[in-house]
């Protein structure tokens, strides 16, 4: 038989083989809920819920996942993904914020390995953010209209981690329209500052320069405030380890938790499968995001190209529902996936056990009740409106609506993407899968 | 009398400094692991001279900041000051800079300070830039030059940086579009204007910047369009403005003549020298100058 023939006739048999085995690892994972002590008639709720939804055109598709005990009890892709495709449970999501919180166990590895202190000014590793000064707003008519004031310490890695920086971010002036918020949108939207959705620029360091010169809204560690800082983080992982976050994520995050579908820029070949990005009401009016745009402050593209060099530590990551699951995982593991070990149990539980910010809040997507640990938002009793189980959760999201929330006394995962902005409509549905996940706990 | 060093008290002072140590190095340590200093004004670094993001003639992003940044760094440094040169990454922060902070200069351009009070200010060229008209070559060709006039090109849509004084385009019968030069950019290759009139450096930094692989898309018309002044701006407030003005001036001149001007511009690696033109316009800008006294 010819040579070519022989590799012909192996290729056809060994390809299948080599994907059949990458299913097989996810159906391994997959269980009745019944198994890990979850109610299938009533996980059946975000069936009807989800459809309810998507036929009233309020969003398009969505896939929802929810595991307990370390296995995939509810796993199922709504609607369509495009105009013309349906929505799958492999479909890439642009998972904008949800890249925080890897981003946030690269620092916390290179922190265990001995590389870096929390308590280090960022100056020492970024120099341009030696001195900074800090905003004060004049009242309204006076002139100049504000003072800038040199800051009373440096921001440190710890600030960075736990959004107490001063540091914010371009689109929160929609948010919270005060004179603070809208002087500091000027001047992040006078020096090119992305938030990261638009297709920036130049490189992440480039920007974080920039960012470094600007001032601050308020002194490091005197109040919590939602910000760009995870691009800041993943700066400092460039500048530390000397590679790029990606070079870095791919090596010590992405390939031994198995996320072997998380991209910063998705190859071409994955490009079909990344989901339409849509504009809603919430009543009806669905519309497909083509290009850059802008919506307030906030400016996004649907477009991440392969080849891109812009590696957001912040925004910048797309994955799938299957991906972020491993990623939960590992830290409901306490950093142990599938026999590798990521971080230590002590430093997970620093992350997503410890309240970092004292008297304040983690008020952005939750409120009284909630503090913020090290990348994550951690819910601390049930004495307030969000509840999401109990004390312990740890949670966070993307812009473009997407949501993880990790149960580590219940031993359960819920992870809920679609891709609609804006980002506030979808609160009360995330609010009711999260009940419906919580109620489903049947043991 | 008791002696004062008795052999009772050695021993006493040295079981007290054996204690100050058992007490004290434990407490050194376990104390925290960062320096007070990272959490101090620092005070010595006071920035004397404030730039804003302009690149590729001065940027945090470049080596050396640019060569804007080189050039004021070392005439400054013949003038024998030594100045911290601080890239601000917003005009806004440079204009705070120059009004309410003890800054001795600012380095920007002539539109940098529209509406900004010239009354304690001393201006003072240090650079300048060259222009060119822009093609777009899938949508008109190589062709076409200017040659100097303005009527060969009536009838054209022309895209200027704003603001701008427009009169003398629109008196040659061009109409004109005015916006930012990335906006400008996008518009030339969408047909919205048949040519882009804008700093030739700038421009040809942004279309490698902003659409790699298209750089030779772009034709820069072989006539240059306008000269315009970077400058050095004194702020008199301070005091010592004008003598750093003086100084800064005289310094200046000397690079531009003997030459030293030339060969920092080509360190920093900027694409254009000054013609001969340019350095007399540059040195007679100077020699008129009028530096009030202290």
């Known amino acids: 038989m010819k040579e070519w023939a022989i590799i012909l006739i192996a290729a056809i048999l060994f390809i299948p083989a080599l994907q059949g085995s990458v299913l097989a690892d996810r159906r391994d994972l997959t269980v009745t809920p019944e198994e890990v002590g979850l109610s299938s008639e009533r996980l059946a709720n975000v069936e009807r819920l989800m459809n309810r939804h998507i036929e009233e055109k309020k969003l398009a598709g969505g896939v929802v996942l929810i595991a307990r005990k370390g296995k995939i009890a509810y796993f199922k892709a709504f609607g369509r993904s495009d105009t013309d495709r349906p929505m799958n449970k492999d479909t890439l999501f642009r998972i904008a914020s949800m890249t925080k919180p890897i981003t946030s166990v690269a620092v916390m ?68 329209p005060d004179p603070i918020h809208l002087q500091m949108a000027e001047f992040y939207k006078e020096a090119g500052v992305s938030d990261g959705l638009d297709e920036p620029e130049g490189t992440v360091g480039e920007t974080v320069v920039k960012l470094a010169r600007l001032p601050l809204a308020f002194h490091p560690g005197e109040a919590w405030e939602y910000s760009n800082s995870g691009d800041v983080l993943g700066y400092l992982v460039e500048v530390v380890t000397g590679m790029t976050l990606k070079e870095y994520m791919d090596t010590y995050l992405f390939k031994p938790m198995g996320m072997h579908d998380t991209y910063f820029y998705p190859p071409a070949a994955r490009q079909k499968d990344i989901s339409a990005l849509w504009t809603t009401d919430w009543k009806g009016n669905l519309e497909k995001v083509t290009g850059p745009m ?38 409901l593991n306490k950093g142990e996936i599938d026999g590798k070990r990521i971080l230590s149990r002590k430093t997970v539980e620093l992350m997503t056990a410890t309240n970092q910010i004292g008297e304040f809040d983690s008020y952005l997507i939750h409120g009284k009740g909630w503090k913020f640990g090290l990348g994550f938002s951690i819910q601390m009793d049930r004495n307030h409106e969000i509840d999401s189980g109990g004390p312990g959760v740890f949670e966070w999201a993307g812009l473009h609506s997407t949501r993880f929330s990790v149960d580590p006394a219940e031993d359960r995962i819920t992870i809920f993407l679609h891709q609609h902005e804006p980002f506030f409509h979808h609160v009360p549905l995330w609010e009711r899968i999260l009940a419906i996940s919580t109620s489903a706990i049947a043991d | 009398m008791k002696p004062i060093f008795g052999i009772g008290r050695i021993r006493n002072v040295a079981l007290l400094i054996t204690m100050c140590l058992v007490f004290v190095l434990p407490a050194w340590a376990t104390a925290p692991r960062f320096a007070p200093e990272w959490f101090q004004k620092d005070v010595e670094s006071l920035p004397v001279v404030v730039a804003h993001e302009y690149p590729p003639y001065r940027s945090v992003s470049i080596g050396g900041k640019g060569p804007h940044a080189r050039i004021v760094s070392a005439v400054f440094a013949v003038a024998g000051e030594d100045v911290d040169l601080v890239v601000q990454p917003a005009r806004s922060l440079m204009i705070y800079a120059l009004s309410q902070e003890e800054t001795a200069a600012v380095v920007g351009e002539e539109a940098d300070f529209e509406g900004v009070s010239r009354k304690q200010l001393v201006f003072v060229p240090f650079h300048i830039k060259e222009a060119r008209y822009f093609r777009y070559r899938p949508n008109h060709g190589g062709g076409s030059n200017w040659d100097g006039k303005l009527e060969n090109m009536r009838g054209t849509v022309l895209g200027l940086e704003g603001p701008t004084d427009v009169r003398v385009w629109e008196k040659a019968g061009i109409s004109v579009a005015l916006g930012a030069l990335p906006a400008l950019l996008e518009r030339l290759v969408a047909g919205e204007i048949d040519i882009l009139g804008a700093d030739a450096e700038r421009t040809e930094w942004l279309i490698r910047k902003r659409m790699p692989g298209k750089e030779k898309q772009f034709v820069a018309m072989e006539i240059p369009a306008w000269d315009s002044f970077s400058y050095v701006v004194f702020n008199t407030n301070l005091g010592t403005g004008e003598s750093l003005a003086a100084r800064f001036v005289d310094a200046l001149k000397r690079l531009l003549r003997d030459g030293g001007y030339d060969l920092i511009l080509q360190n920093a690696g900027s694409r254009q020298a000054l013609s001969d033109m340019q350095r007399k316009k540059l040195i007679q800008r100077l020699d008129s100058l009028k530096i009030p006294d202290n």
């Open chain 1, 109 to 176: 590895q290179l922190y265990e390995r001995g590389y870096i202190l929390l308590t280090d000014p960022v100056s020492k590793y970024i120099p341009e953010f030696k001195a900074p000064k800090v905003l004060v707003m004049f009242p309204k008519g006076s002139v100049p209209p504000y003072e800038l004031v040199p800051a009373k310490r440096e921001i440190t890695i710890r600030d960075l981690l736990n959004h107490t920086s001063g540091l914010t971010y371009r689109f929160l002036a929609d948010w919270f």
């Open chain 1, 294 to 331: 802008s919506m307030g402050h906030l400016r996004f593209s649907p477009n991440y190209p392969e080849g891109g060099v812009y590696f957001s530590g912040g925004s910048g990551l797309l994955s799938t529902a299957h991906d972020y699951f491993q990623f939960c995982q590992m830290m």
